[in-house]
């Protein structure tokens, strides 16, 4: 060999070696990438998953966030976390027809149901669980998880495109009512009946979500560009809101404030969208986040608009009248899906941004001038490694828990009997001793009062006398 084809052997050699380095760090990069990201029914924790399993954190700080839980579980597409409780629903792609709700600090499964299709989506609230199949909706009783009502023969929905309020008194279901057009079915899940049917948009629905206490909801077609909001008491259309004017986009996700006054919306475009609900612009016939009508340039476009809008088209009254964006970001993650959430963190309201790669932007939103927000601090949800101690948790105050070992007590579909073992953090205490009975083990009583206990509507009228955000821990000194 001459020492010229050495050399060329050698960079051959080295190339290659370069390139399967490069090949293995982007494999790396990829299992970190999130799977799937939810925000839990009042914005107050995020779950996020990978491949290699799925994590909860908290929402309740502007610095860090708390990482609840951490399952080791793989392939899991859906996490639902019942308000701050320990009750997550769990579907894995290992067994996408079945549905297990677990509890995560204590390591047990409540119960598991089995379907005829693969799980398209699971939402619940303290009153219902409902689980969406491509063609069908299974709505069950969340204290006891029994089937009280099934949709049957819905239109076909392969993306799971569902919405539940998690208001008590006006408990709707959402879902689209046609297969071409955007026609809107609420149903009440307290009564079991057809609430309203609304025709939102004339293309196929995208994006659906309900109003804190139930009464709105609002809807975005596949075309992204308009967002409307309607009653849920009577269908009627209470706002039109613009997203834009000649571009079409992807409508990823829209989300409520707390109070319902304000409308967040995300989409396959590099800005998020805020509109503000103004109650007063409504009831004099003034667009949601335009200024009033005695009010500069906008105000005498808008009363000039309305006068007219006997001689004008309707397609140009419409687009002329529709709400523009109060506040809005700008963000460069064009290509990724990402996900809004408007939530109070540290009693202002902020706006939540998450993508694919598994990073969430917090920003800061001025309720009074909108605008452009700003960006407070920027998390990595996939990287966090250890458990924190939420000892300052209100719903959930037991200390987290390492994931075990798990195995099944019997061939049951429902209800389940899923134990942790091989757990050195846990010790069995002295009534399980009475019982004969191992740590963890649940009986059927147990899991019906867990279930109970977590469907339990928080009271309003008290002060949480637990929570340290709002009672410090105070040391006193001995005398």
């Known amino acids: ?69 951490k399952s080791d579980e793989p392939d899991v597409y859906i996490a639902e976390r019942l308000f701050s ?65 099934t949709i049957r023969d819905t239109p076909p929905n392969p993306s799971g495109l569902i919405s539940l309020s998690c208001d008590n008194t006006h408990c709707y279901l959402a879902y689209p009512g046609h297969s071409h057009t955007g026609e809107l079915q609420i149903f009440d899940t307290i009564n079991l009946a057809s609430r309203v049917i609304i025709p939102a948009h004339e293309g196929q629905l995208a994006a659906l979500q309900f109003s804190p206490s139930g009464t709105r909801i609002a809807t975005a077609s596949e075309k992204g560009t308009v967002i409307r909001v309607f009653s849920t008491h009577d269908g009627s259309k209470l706002y039109e809101l613009r997203r834009g004017l000649k571009r079409t986009a992807s409508i990823y ?17 590099e800005t998020i969208h805020v509109f503000k609900l103004d109650e007063k612009l409504k009831e004099t016939a003034v667009l949601a986040g335009s200024p009033p009508s005695d009010d500069g340039w906008f105000g005498y476009i808008n009363t000039m608009v309305s006068a007219s809008a006997g001689y004008l088209p309707s397609q140009v009254t419409d687009t002329l009248l529709q709400g523009r964006a109060f506040a ?41 001038e909108g605008g452009d927000c700003s960006l407070i601090k920027q998390f990595k949800l996939v990287e966090s490694p250890t458990v924190l101690d939420q ?7 037991d200390a987290p828990i390492n994931q075990g070992n798990y195995f099944f007590k019997n061939e049951e579909t429902f209800p389940g009997g899923l134990f942790l073992l091989n757990n050195p953090d846990d010790a069995v205490t002295y009534s399980d001793k009475l019982r004969n009975r191992t740590t963890n083990e649940m009986t059927e009583s147990d899991k019906f009062h867990e279930m109970a206990a977590a469907a339990e509507t928080p009271p309003k009228t008290c002060f949480l006398l637990d929570d340290d955000g709002e009672f410090p821990p105070v040391a006193f000194k001995a005398s």
């Open 1 to 69: 060999m001459s020492l010229s084809e050495g050399v060329d052997l050698l960079r051959q050699g080295l190339v290659t070696g370069i390139a399967g380095l490069m090949a293995g760090g982007e494999e790396d990069t990829e299992t970190t990438q999130a799977t799937f990201i939810t925000f839990n029914q009042d914005t107050t924790c995020v779950a996020v998953g990978t491949t290699s399993g799925y994590s909860l954190f908290t929402l309740n700080s502007t610095d860090a966030l708390e990482l609840v839980y």
């Open 253 to 269: 996700s829209l989300s409520f404030s707390p109070c319902g006054s304000f409308l967040a919306c995300s989409s396959n475009t």
């Open 391 to 397: 000892n300052d948790f209100v719903e959930t105050t």
């Open 328 to 368: 809005s970001v700008h963000h460069n993650q064009t290509g990724t899906k990402t996900l809004c959430a408007l939530a109070i963190i540290q009693k202002s309201l902020r706006l939540l941004i998450c993508n694919e790669e598994g990073f969430l932007l917090m920003y800061s939103l001025d309720t009074e």
């Open 85 to 149: 409780s320990s009750l997550v629903a769990v579907v894995s792609n290992s067994d996408p027809r079945t549905l297990r709700v677990c509890h995560f600090k204590k390591g047990t499964e409540i119960c598991r149901y089995s379907y005829g299709d693969r799980v398209r989506a699971v939402k619940m609230n303290r009153s219902r669980l409902v689980v969406c199949l491509e063609e069908s909706l299974y709505i069950h009783n969340i204290r006891d998880m029994k089937v009280i009502h």
